[in-house]
């Protein structure tokens, strides 16, 4: 499973942008997906997670201004980031997992308390100017 990473750059503090990944198959209809980040000099950590019931969860750092979504149909994976703030800047980061059956809290362990998750991209730059 290959996962490409689209849409970082650079914005000023309170714009927007959204985030790709295409994921080159899906293994299962059951999933976990998720974007990360990472600070220079910092271990990387979980941003949003998506699992394949719908459930989703953030970081409180990004509550109420990202939201994740994805579209089985088009094997993409989404983050719209809102309200930029400059440190937001980071390389972000998508990964996904595919698994028999997802049971509740999977995805929010796996993404935002572990971030230990299969299949990753490369990583995408993000940069918030103030």
């Known amino acids: 499973v290959q996962l490409v990473e689209l849409g970082g750059g650079s914005v000023q503090t309170g714009g927007s942008l959204r985030l790709s990944c295409a994921i080159s198959?899906?293994?299962?209809?059951?999933?976990?997906m998720g974007w990360f980040r990472q600070f220079p000099g910092k271990e990387r950590e979980g941003v949003a997670a998506?699992?394949?019931?719908?459930?989703?969860n953030y970081a409180d750092s990004v509550k109420g201004r990202f939201t994740i979504s994805q579209d089985s149909t088009k094997k993409t994976l989404y983050l719209q980031m809102d309200s930029l703030k400059p440190e937001d800047t980071a390389m972000y980061y998508c990964?996904?997992?595919?698994?028999?059956?997802?049971?509740?809290?999977?995805?929010?362990?796996?993404?935002?308390?572990?971030?230990?998750?299969?299949?990753w991209g490369q990583g995408t730059q993000v940069t918030v100017s103030s």
């Open positions: 990964a996904a997992e595919f698994l028999a059956r997802v049971p509740g809290g999977y995805c929010y362990t796996a993404v935002l308390m572990r971030a230990d998750i299969d299949y």
């Open positions: 198959e899906y293994t299962s209809s059951s999933f976990c």
């Open positions: 998506i699992d394949s019931d719908g459930r989703r």
